[in-house]
């Protein structure tokens, strides 16, 4: 779901996968998290919203293909996938780990959602300056 989102990312309309990976981020969004890697206040979606628009991560954004690369399950209800993707742009391209945690219980008992999102190519600091 998520990829299929992020590959029609402009419809219906601009940035609709970025907001329906966010709505299924795994955090708390009165604190600090480690979704992509470091610790962030990803609390406002304009602030998720803007690292997924640096150069490490809009590969992601309208990618023209993706491939699974490695799937681990990690527990009963936690998986790590590793997914190559080909950005829109030329030469983009960058291997994604995807940290998927199954809710239980409540509302969304059994959906999965993502617990961090990191790219190999991007160094843990870059993104204090977003």
Known sequence: MHMAAL???TRPYHDHGVEVLYRF?????FSRTAY??????????????????TPY????LSHTHSKLVS?????EHAWV?????????????DTFSFRMQQRLGGRYDGTWFTESLTADK???EVLLSV
Not at 25 to 29: I, M, S
Not at 71 to 75: A, K, M, N, P, Y
Not at 81 to 93: D, I, L, T
């Open 7 to 9: 590959h029609e990312n």
């Open 25 to 29: 981020a795994n955090f708390d969004p």
């Open 36 to 53: 992509f890697g470091r610790s962030l206040d990803l609390g406002q979606f304009e602030r998720f919203r803007r690292i997924m628009h």
């Open 57 to 60: 991560f809009s590969v992601l």
């Open 71 to 75: 799937d681990l399950q990690v527990s």
């Open 81 to 93: 996938q590793r997914v190559w993707v080909k950005g829109f742009h030329r030469g983009a391209e």
């Open 122 to 124: 991007c160094p843990r």
